[in-house]
């Protein structure tokens, strides 16, 4: 049976092969069940698997969880997608011109989805899939 609102906190840690990662959940009394993800990048399933476990275990709520992982050094690169930064300073460039907004950073760019790429060498759909599965199952741990 679900569990009505409350406040609280879980964590859960996990591991496979270079990969490491740590899910923090954390939620406080709400009307309704909200829930937000924040997750790495490439790991499209988890926003829904973090959805999913929300509905099955809360009724109401505003929860927050958040998965950071990392790979082992040497295990894979990145590489930083100029013509992304390009669009995002052409789609922006009207607004800072007209005086309504500021000029971009180089870190807030660098932290815009699609400019930095994890270039996963050696990480085909089935690993990527049981790296996935791995951290889901973090993810119901830290709800839990």
Same mark, same amino acid.
């Not at 409350?6 to 270079?18: D, H, K, N, S, Y």
């Not at 924040?38 to 499209?44: H, V």
């Not at 000029?103 to 089935?126: K, T």
């Given at each position: ?23 923090? %959940? !954390?939620?406080?009394? #709400? ?6 993800? !924040? ?5 499209? #399933? &988890?926003?829904?698997?973090? !959805? ?10 505003? &929860?927050? $969880?958040? $998965?950071?992982?990392? !790979? @082992?050094?040497? @295990? #894979?690169?990145?590489? $930083?997608? $100029? /013509? ?14 007209? #005086?309504? %907004? @500021? ?5 807030? *760019?660098? /932290? *815009?989805?699609?400019?930095?790429? %994890?270039?996963? @060498?050696? &990480?085909?759909?089935? %690993? &990527?899939?049981? *790296? ?13």
């Amino acid at each position: 049976m679900p569990i009505s609102g409350m406040t609280g906190f879980g964590r859960a840690e996990g591991a496979l092969g270079a990969w490491s990662w740590a899910v923090e %959940a !954390r939620s406080v009394n #709400g009307r309704n069940l909200e829930t937000r993800f !924040r997750g790495p990048p490439g790991f499209d #399933g &988890l926003e829904r698997a973090a !959805r999913e476990g929300a509905q099955g275990r809360f009724q109401r709520g505003q &929860l927050t $969880v958040g $998965v950071q992982a990392k !790979r @082992a050094e040497g @295990a #894979g690169s990145v590489r $930083v997608n $100029v /013509a992304q930064i390009e669009r995002f300073l052409e789609l922006g460039g009207p607004f800072v011109t007209a #005086g309504r %907004a @500021a000029p971009p950073s180089l870190d807030g *760019l660098l /932290a *815009l989805r699609g400019v930095i790429e %994890a270039e996963d @060498a050696g &990480l085909d759909r089935e %690993a &990527l899939a049981e *790296l996935e599965a791995a951290m889901a199952a973090s993810i119901g741990l830290a709800l839990d």
